[in-house]
């Protein structure tokens, strides 16, 4: 079951790539549509931060001390102005590992 | 006049410093991946056959969590659906090359090579063999990602539980998406589709991955409207 996914996810995922290349006149886009499509990251992306750091392995909300909450906005502060994938990553991480086993 | 080799090269070069950021991103991929309970072989067939580092996550943490395969693949789809973007802009440039090379080289498009290719097409858009340095850039990015990912797998294996490595799946998203918390529309946007994503997480099949996205394309939607 697991592998037919992979694959369809993975015919799907060529389609996007080659679609436009090939197949369809890229004008049948409306200049709306492409505006739409740019806000696609910013929609999807934190619908994965925000539950992955406000709720819990049970779905329930954490508590304001949660370590995650504090990992997140050492994360969003570093990358705000560093501007660098990895450090950003790093720091958050960094800080969440600070407050588990250090504090 | 450059010759294709040359070409290729270019397109290696520019693409060189994303290295930074892509192999990382492989490596911590392949152990969340492990993490997640898959086992190698699937959690590398991924980056073969999908090959788009967010959206693999994302299948991967879905289908560990419960959720249907279609939830898992429409979200795949709903993630790459900005590679239309690419290959509409890039469809210009590749126009009169054979249907193969079409098919070839549209495997390679990603993130990174885009970005970098585009620049370079736009600049010397009359120039013979052009595309190369789009297959420059797409197949170091291919590569990188593959190893990478096969690095990750390794050190997920060995990598103890304790560590909460999957705290590492909203912090890799929000590094991808940093620099658009600077514009006000995206920043709304992202903050109305998070709070639905918190609010439907228990939804039935996981479908909050679907319901959220709407709906903050719904906000962009109305943002578009008052804009204008």
Not at chain 1, 23 to 42: A, G, Q
């Amino acid at each position: 079951m697991t592998w037919t996914s992979i694959f369809i996810a993975g015919l799907i995922t060529y389609f996007t790539r080659m679609g436009m290349i090939t197949l369809i006149d890229k004008d049948i886009f409306s200049e709306n549509f492409r505006k739409i499509l740019n806000y696609v990251p910013s929609v999807v992306f934190p619908s994965i931060i925000f539950p992955g750091v406000l709720l819990d392995d049970y779905g329930s909300l954490v508590t304001i001390l949660d370590p995650k909450i504090y990992g997140a906005l050492t994360a969003i502060t570093v990358g705000y102005f560093s501007r660098n994938v990895i450090l950003t990553i790093i720091s958050g991480l960094a800080s969440y590992w600070l407050l588990i086993f250090v504090l | 006049m450059l010759s294709k080799l040359q070409i290729f090269k270019l397109g290696f070069f520019d693409v060189a410093p994303h290295l930074l950021s892509v192999v990382p991103f492989g490596i911590i991929f392949g152990a969340i991946g492990i993490e997640l309970g898959f086992d190698p072989i699937m959690t590398y067939a991924t980056s073969l056959i999908i090959f788009g580092g967010a959206s693999q996550i994302v299948f991967l943490q879905l289908l560990s969590g419960g959720a249907s395969s279609l939830i898992a693949i429409t979200s795949v789809a709903v993630i790459n659906s900005r590679h239309l973007l690419y290959g509409a802009v890039l469809s210009e440039y590749l126009d009169k090359l054979s249907l193969i090379k079409k098919l070839f080289i549209s495997y390679f498009i990603v993130d990174q090579g885009f970005a970098v290719s585009n620049i370079y097409l736009k600049k010397n858009s009359e120039q013979n063999f052009n595309y190369y340095h789009l297959m420059g850039s797409g197949i170091v990015l291919w590569f990188c990602w593959q190893i990478a990912t096969i690095i990750g797998i390794f050190l997920g294996s060995i990598v103890p539980d304790e560590l909460g490595l999957k705290f590492a799946i909203p912090l890799t998203f929000i590094a991808i998406i940093i620099n658009e918390l600077r514009k006000l529309d995206h920043l709304i946007v992202m903050i109305v589709s998070g709070l639905s994503a918190t609010f439907f997480y228990n939804a039935p099949f996981k479908s909050y991955i679907l319901i959220s996205p709407l709906i903050g394309l719904f906000a962009a939607y109305l943002i578009l409207k008052i804009k204008k």
